[in-house]
């Protein structure tokens, strides 16, 4: 693992433009500061950026069935996280602002769209948002989801296995964590980081 910056990452995509066409965005459950070699890019709660790799186009375990061609980032945080409690450890704002800046420089540095299509939450993935389902049934997944299966009332159901920033704060309305950090994403890209 090393520390990296905004510039090196922007390096990093120069040599994998073209073998990269998804970036999934995660939290990894654990604690600030605790990293996982499951993705490539790493964010502590103060935004500090780490690479567990120098190769971007290595297949790494972040997102079920769909990590050929995708680029896993993942903020350290959310430690003992409930949908209705974010733990000790929750998700910062900094590490939100990260995220967005991240996913604006490797979607120019590899000249993906910021759409639901090329960027996707842990929680969207993991119910097939994209209409890509890459075979979660044959898992025993019911309806192919493994992700936050909202009840009428905005709650997440039983089955909800995989809800990666699905929201990003607990006040927030279901399913806005991915639309927030692709809008905030393309604000960066417009706008310079």
Not at 30 to 40: C, K, L, M, T, V
Not at 121 to 134: Q, S, V
Not at 140 to 146: A, E, K, N, S, T
Not at 154 to 161: I, L
């Amino acid at each position: 693992m090393s520390k990296i910056t905004v510039a090196d990452l922007k390096a990093m995509t120069q040599s994998v433009k073209g073998n990269i066409n998804k970036i999934y965005l995660h939290w990894s459950a654990g604690h600030y500061g605790e990293q996982f070699a499951d993705y490539h890019i790493l964010i502590d709660q103060d935004g500090t950026l780490y690479a567990t790799t120098n190769d971007l186009t290595a297949v790494l375990a972040h997102t079920y069935m769909r990590n050929t061609g995708g680029i896993g980032i993942s903020a350290m945080c959310m430690f003992q996280a409930t949908t209705n409690n974010f733990g000790p450890e929750p998700l910062t704002d900094a590490q939100i602002e990260c995220m967005a800046q991240v996913v604006a420089v490797l979607a120019e540095g590899l000249g993906l769209t910021i759409d639901i299509d090329t960027v996707m939450t842990h929680a969207e993935a993991a119910n097939n948002l994209d209409g890509k389902n890459p075979g979660y049934e044959a898992n025993g997944c019911p309806d192919g989801i493994y992700g936050p299966n909202p009840n009428p009332d905005g709650s997440v159901g039983g089955d909800c296995e995989r809800w990666d920033l699905w929201i990003l704060k607990p006040s927030d309305a279901p399913w806005s964590g991915g639309g927030t950090l692709r809008g905030k994403a393309i604000w960066y890209q417009n706008n310079g980081i």
